[in-house]
């Protein structure tokens, strides 16, 4: 089955980090790109970046450059998104999807980031 | 960067109505860097359109979308329950960026 799993909810406080994971199967992992999305409550969808799973080449959106890091494993198809010096602004539902060519055509069910005191 | 703007924010319609989303750019984008996407309450979103009028795998014909250089529209012929969702646009150049959605609810 063709299909991302993405890893449970985190609850954070400020100032700290957090590291997601998002397990492919069902397709030929380094034939694509995973890019993460984020979506806060109750608002739209903010890109956040993507990576090469066969190269590790990334390309990060502008406005979170520097507090992120978006990395693979292509040992267990795994992709990872870490984000740090965590604000409660960073709350916030984050999903990772499937990418070729700009597109992301296969979501992961998402996981809740909560930054909170 | 290129902005996206989606309005209204929300469109009232009937099953089985017409519904027409436009979606602005802040300048002219090729056609082949537009696409739609829809979701669902509690769900992740779902590639709808790419090409700005390609239908990707799986999608109804009902779904359609057309426009060019900063207009662009996605149209649903005729609203079935399940097309009652938040529906956004998406420019996938270098920085790919999303329009703020527009809600299709029941009116």
Redesign the interface.
């Given at each position: 089955q063709v299909q991302l799993v993405q890893s449970a909810a985190e609850v954070k406080k400020p100032g700290a980090s957090v590291k997601l994971s998002c397990e492919a199967s069902g397709y030929p992992f380094i034939s694509y790109g995973i890019?993460w999305?984020r979506q806060a409550p109750g608002q739209?969808?903010?890109?956040m970046g993507w990576i090469s799973a066969y190269d590790g080449n990334t390309?990060y959106?502008?406005r979170i450059e520097g507090r992120v890091t978006m990395t693979t494993d292509t040992s267990t198809s795994t992709a990872y998104m870490e984000l740090r010096s965590l604000r409660s602004d960073d709350t916030a539902v984050y999903?990772c999807?499937r990418y070729e060519?700009?597109?992301?055509?296969l979501?992961?069910?998402?996981t809740l980031l909560t930054v909170s005191s | 960067?290129i902005v996206l703007t989606q309005s209204p924010g929300t469109l009232s319609l009937s099953p089985g109505e017409r519904a027409t989303l436009p979606c602005r750019a802040s300048q002219t984008i090729s056609r082949t860097?537009l696409?739609w996407?829809q979701?669902k309450p509690g769900q992740?979103?779902?590639?709808l359109i790419?090409a700005a009028s390609v239908r990707?795998?799986g999608i109804p014909d009902r779904f359609s979308g057309s426009g060019s250089g900063t207009a662009f529209t996605l149209t649903i012929s005729r609203l079935e329950p399940e097309d009652f969702a938040v529906y956004?646009c998406?420019h996938?150049?270098?920085?790919?960026?999303?329009?703020?959605?527009t809600k299709v609810d029941i009116k």
């Open positions: 890019s999305v739209g969808l903010e890109w390309h959106a502008q999903y999807g060519s700009g597109l992301v055509d979501w992961g069910q998402g | 960067e860097y696409a996407y979701q992740a979103p779902r590639l790419y990707a795998t956004y998406q996938f150049g270098n920085s790919p960026t999303f329009g703020p959605g």
